[in-house]
T-cell receptor
């Protein structure tokens, strides 16, 4: 059974804190993605990675960075959390090519 | 760039048929995906179209017309459990990577 896991389901952080969201997939997929999902705005791509140590900006990268040191792990970093980063964060992976994505359960992050 | 439009909300009756439309404008096209997302859960893959025509999968079918930039998801014999958000995603291309862009999702409410 394919699996994408995320480190936390719920997270509460204070403004200015550094936040790490971890995502691990066990399918040996080349591509990994980070999205945020907000009511009325749908899924918006923050960053994606198509190989180890490779990353590309998505539609809304400002205020975020990523790290992919191993093929199975893709981390999203909020350098200095702000209240407008309160959101649901979804990680996904897929094989190289136009294949379906497999999503993790999501992390609901609240920044106070 | 990519622009994807789908209705925000639809309602239907249990046992009926519903059609959810998706129109898109893209600079490159490598396939269109439909996902289902129940409240509080991750999106899960439903269907994939890359050539024109209808793909049938049990109660769900998906249609694509590339020349019109149009797709629809058809749900037959609706059940209460079909109440969910349905996401249309188009795969473009970026430097050899296949990058999906999601529509904002259509919230389907099935009532008895």
């Amino acid at each position: 059974d394919v699996k994408v896991t995320q480190s936390s389901r719920y997270l509460v952080k204070r403004t200015g804190e550094k936040v790490f969201l971890e995502c691990v997939q066990d399918m040996d997929h080349e591509n990994m993605f980070w999205y945020r999902q907000d009511p009325g705005l749908g899924l918006r791509l923050i960053y994606f990675s198509y190989d180890v140590k490779m990353k590309e900006k998505g539609d809304i990268p400002e205020g975020y960075s990523v790290s992919r040191e191993k093929k199975e792990r893709f981390s999203l970093i909020l350098e200095s959390a702000s209240t407008n980063q309160t959101s649901m964060y979804l990680c996904a992976s897929s094989p190289q090519g136009p294949y379906e994505q497999y999503f993790g359960p999501g992390t609901r992050l609240t920044v106070t | 760039g990519q622009n994807i439009d789908q209705p925000t909300e639809m309602t239907a009756t249990e046992g009926a048929i519903v059609q959810i439309n998706c129109t898109y404008q893209t600079s490159g096209f490598n396939g269109l995906f439909w996902y289902q997302q129940h409240a509080g859960e991750a999106p899960t893959f439903l269907s994939y179209n890359v050539l024109d025509g209808l793909e049938e999968k049990g109660r769900f079918s998906s249609f694509l017309s590339r020349s019109k930039g149009y797709s629809y998801l058809l749900l037959k014999e609706l059940q209460m459990k079909d109440s969910a958000s349905y996401l249309c995603a188009v795969h473009g291309a970026s430097g050899g990577s296949y990058i999906p862009t999601f529509g904002r999702g259509t919230s389907l409410i099935v009532h008895p």
